[in-house]
T-cell receptor
Framework: DAGVIQSPRHEVTEMGQEVTLRCKPI?????LFWYRQTMMRGLELLIY????????DSGMPEDRFSAKMPNASFSTLKIQPSEPRDSAVYFC?????????FGAGSRLTVL | AQSVTQPDIHITVSEGASLELRCNYS??????LFWYVQSPGQGLQLLLK??????LVQGIKGFEAEFKRSQSSFNLRKPSVHWSDAAEYFC???????????FGTGTRLQVFP
């Protein structure tokens, strides 16, 4: 089992650019989560899906953020336009039987 | 709303010493409780979990945690710390009917030789 796979691992972009982060959950896991980690705010839940359907997106900061899960094996988190305050590590996690498994994260730097 | 408090931001111990990391939660019923560990530049790895039953749970890497309902606590312990245990430790809570995890702010553990 390859675990939860995230790409890219590192992204450096300029303010105003579109950023797309990708996640492949563990096969058979029916829930998928996007978290953001910063020094100031710690780990924040942005959105989570169950059976590909968004269940709770109350943590999505603003309309610049969007997330999709077109099928059980793929999800994206998009930021458009990006801002320096979006710089963080973004984690994807998938779960089965109430246990989350995390990916290695995508470190985003917006200049 | 559920919340998790980890009162210790940073703890330093000597290698071989015992360790206890504190975690308190706020939730009306008995939640599902978790401890995760994060090494620098890595994702979070599950150490142990409590859903029900025996209030003392064993995890990986020699860690254990005890659920105390009366104190709303779920403290993590290890009898003898190794230098490789230096990392950040997160306590998390989830209601029983959802996988949605709420994390504490983390405790950074430093281990001196």
């Amino acid at each position: 089992d390859a675990g939860v796979i995230q790409s890219p691992r590192h992204e450096v972009t300029e303010m105003g650019q579109e950023v797309t982060l990708r996640c492949k959950p563990i096969s058979g896991h029916n829930s998928l989560f996007w978290y953001r980690q910063t020094m100031m705010r710690g780990l924040e839940l942005l959105i989570y899906f169950n059976n590909n359907v968004p269940i709770d997106d109350s943590g999505m900061p603003e309309d610049r953020f969007s997330a999709k899960m077109p099928n059980a094996s793929f999800s994206t988190l998009k930021i458009q336009p990006s801002e320096p305050r979006d710089s963080a590590v973004y984690f994807c996690a998938s779960s089965s039987a109430n246990v989350l498994t995390f990916g290695a994260g995508s470190r985003l730097t917006v200049l | 709303a559920q919340s998790v408090t980890q009162p210790d931001i940073h703890i330093t111990v000597s290698e071989g010493a015992s360790l206890e990391l504190r975690c308190n939660y706020s939730y009306g019923a008995t939640p599902y409780l978790f401890w995760y560990v994060q090494s620098p530049g890595q994702g979070l790895q599950l150490l142990l979990k409590y859903f029900s039953g025996d209030t003392l749970v064993q995890g990986i890497k020699g860690f254990e945690a005890e659920f105390k309902r009366s104190q709303s606590s779920f403290n993590l312990r290890k009898p003898s710390v190794h230098w490789s245990d230096a990392a950040e430790y997160f306590c998390a809570v989830a209601p029983g009917d959802t996988d949605k995890l709420i994390f504490g702010t983390g405790t950074r553990l430093q281990v001196f030789p």
